[in-house]
């Protein structure tokens, strides 16, 4: 919800599928979200500089689809408006080794719960080997590592090692601390209390308005009946 919301305002890029590791030759779809239609994707890779990422069609910038990618198209990948407003950013990497390593492709929050899987792009039976910040940080027959209630201190940089398969590329995962207040709640907390009492405010004084109305009637009418034709 928290997503869906930031994404209403200040635009978002989504990926899927979900990740930011890919093999090469594998397929991707980026795309804009947000309140303009004039999002378009744009991408900083080894080859292009603030380029606008390859589209479907020449009339929907706001999507970038990739059918095969290629260890060149490794990069940053963020959306920005006509007007210069930039989304979050995704670090794509694109690799002819024989693993990634899955995680999510957004920063986790303190708290949650986040499994980093190891693929291959063939079954192996090896133990998978987990490294963070180069240090071996656990060992896995399912090729899973999970970081139960995520901390600060478990940012880093993973890889995974299949011993007589290869490495992973290193990815970054970021950690963020507990979910801030978002639009909504502010809207909620903030600004309806005060919509409400001006409102109620505005109420009273046309109460007022009307009592007063209502009473200079009355005055009228008593003073009519008294006075002699």
């Not at 090896?126 to 240090?135: C, D, P, R």
Request: charge should be neutral.
């Amino acid at each position: 919800m928290e997503i869906a919301v930031l994404c209403a305002i200040v635009g978002c890029l989504r990926v899927l599928p979900s990740r930011s590791q890919f093999f090469q030759y594998e397929p991707v779809t980026l795309s804009c979200e947000g309140n303009s239609s004039e999002w378009r994707v744009r991408r900083n890779t080894s080859v292009k500089t603030n380029e606008i990422c390859p589209s479907p069609s020449q009339r929907k910038f706001s999507m970038c689809s990739l059918p095969e990618l290629y260890p060149v198209d490794s990069g940053v990948y963020w959306c920005e408006s006509a007007a210069g407003e930039r989304s979050n950013q995704v670090n794509i990497t694109v690799t002819e080794g024989p693993l990634i390593l899955e995680s999510p492709g957004h920063p986790v929050r303190e708290g949650e719960h986040v499994t980093l899987h190891c693929r291959a792009l063939s079954f192996v039976y090896n133990l998978t080997h987990f490294y963070k910040n180069g240090v071996l940080a656990g060992t896995s027959s399912t090729g899973n590592f999970s970081i139960r209630r995520v901390s600060r201190s478990d940012e880093g940089l993973y890889k995974c090692n299949v011993s007589g398969v290869g490495e992973s590329p290193e990815i970054w995962l970021a950690v963020r601390g507990h979910s801030p207040q978002t639009p909504t709640a502010l809207l909620t907390h903030i600004l309806l209390p005060v919509v409400a009492g001006c409102l109620l405010l505005m109420l009273l004084m046309l109460l007022c308005l009307w009592r007063n109305h209502e009473g200079r009637v009355e005055s009228a009418v008593l003073y009519t009946n008294v006075t002699p034709n």
